[in-house]
């Protein structure tokens, strides 16, 4: 059974800082893996979809890697903003049924100013 | 943003009374999705639909039956609410996987408290 995992559960950094999150997952047959970012009381906003064949997806100051071989995904946030704080989910699909999502918990971070 | 809109946003209900909670998307997107997100256990898919009249369970289905008679609107109806279903349900939408990869877009949730 496919389980995703986040580590850490939380963060704070201060403003500007480059940090990695880590998102792993126990079966390498996945279909693609996604980020999404939620904010408190709101629902998810999608960040990055990186498809099972590709190693990496980049948007603005995010870029997300893919190892599959290995069941790791990092979501790397450059020069980190106050407006970054929220809670980072990453979730899997599996091969066998590509629209079903397995999530992890999340990171929840937090950028001081 | 995707056009997806969730209704009620809050709803106090007693145990033991039927709720449906509506979904309703302008995207004309193929699939549709239902979650609950319970600190400690993340999303979890109750049910999903790929299609007029097409759904399938997700792994919390007891307790839960939807409906879906039209393409842009997904109903979630508790038969009769448990205080273990008090949540946050968001519900989603997801295009072809040629477009966007099957990204799927989150409504703005539903609070639901149980009494």
């Known amino acids: 059974k496919q389980e995703v995992t986040q580590i850490p559960a939380a963060l704070s950094v201060p403003e500007g800082e480059n940090l990695v999150l880590n998102c792993s997952f126990t079966?390498?047959?996945?279909?693609?893996l996604q980020w999404f970012r939620q904010d408190p009381g709101k629902g998810l906003t999608s960040l990055l979809l990186?498809?099972?064949s590709q190693r990496e997806q980049t948007s603005g100051r995010l870029n997300a890697s893919l190892d599959k071989s290995s069941g790791r995904s990092t979501l790397y946030i450059a020069a980190s903003q106050p407006g970054d704080s929220a809670t980072y989910l990453c979730?899997?699909?599996?091969?066998?049924?590509?629209?079903?999502?397995?999530w992890g918990l999340g990171t929840s971070l937090a950028v001081n100013p | 943003d995707a056009g997806i809109t969730q209704s009620p946003r809050h709803k106090v209900t007693e145990t033991g009374t039927p709720v449906t909670l509506r979904c309703h998307q302008t995207?004309?997107?193929?699939?549709m999705y239902w979650y609950r997100q319970d600190p400690g256990h993340g999303l979890r898919l109750i049910h999903y639909?790929?299609?007029?009249?097409?759904?399938d369970k997700g792994e919390v289905s007891d307790g839960y039956s939807v409906s879906r008679s039209k393409t842009e609107d997904f109903l979630l109806t508790l038969e009769s609410a448990t205080s273990s279903q008090t949540s946050v349900y968001f519900c989603?939408?997801?295009?072809?996987?040629?477009?966007?990869?099957?990204?799927?877009?989150f409504g703005p949730g539903t609070r639901l408290l149980v009494l």
């Open positions: 989603a939408i997801s295009g072809p996987l040629n477009t966007a990869g099957g990204t799927q877009y």
């Open positions: 995207e004309n997107h193929r699939y």
């Open positions: 639909s790929y299609g007029v009249k097409d759904t």
């Open positions: 079966d390498s047959a996945i279909y693609n």
């Open positions: 990186i498809q099972s």
């Open positions: 979730a899997v699909s599996e091969a066998g049924n590509n629209r079903k999502l397995i």
